[in-house]
């Protein structure tokens, strides 16, 4: 799995310096929709965190991995019959770090709440939680394709 800037993007703010710090940047890889796109997203997510030197906090580094873990399983189990690929993107900007998900199939989840007689079907819950306490935010957006991306931005440092 090999991880590409896209683009010309070099961030998503527009207030941002004209000139990007080094870690500034959008990144896009493509998986197979199969159980072993979960870890090897999770460590292509960190990888790309250290070898760019962006700045993330312990706590929100863990919180991160957490949520492409959660997204990409999501996808993989519920997606794949209609998308048997995914993509996983994440941009930095100078304070933040937005991971996203993105699968071809239509239907648009929402996180659930909590219910103690169920075992599963807790990863967008868990998803919005963390994403919550880590000070961020959390969306699912249709995409042009007729898919869905869901997302997470998360501030570089944890803020309680």
């Known amino acids: 799995m090999t991880i590409e800037p896209k ?35 999770r460590h292509a997510v960190r990888d790309l965190l250290t070898r760019q030197g962006v700045p993330v906090s312990d706590d929100v580094a863990h919180a991160l991995l957490l949520i492409v873990s959660e997204l990409v399983t999501n996808a993989v189990r519920h997606a794949a ?25 239509p239907y648009r989840p929402t996180a659930l709440e909590t219910d103690h007689g169920r075992t599963g079907g807790r990863g967008l819950l868990l998803v919005r939680e963390v994403t919550r306490e880590a000070g961020g935010a959390c969306d699912v957006a249709h995409t042009a394709s007729g898919g869905k991306v869901i997302w997470a931005a998360l501030p570089l440092k944890h803020t309680p």
């Open 81 to 105: 019959v209609l998308s048997p690929v995914l993509a996983v993107e994440v941009a930095v900007g100078p304070e933040w770090v937005r991971v996203a998900v993105e699968d071809d199939h």
């Open 7 to 41: 683009g010309g993007d070099r961030t998503m703010d527009e207030t941002a310096p004209a000139a990007p710090l080094p870690y500034e940047g959008v990144w896009r890889f493509t998986a197979p929709a199969v159980d072993a796109a979960v870890p090897q997203a």
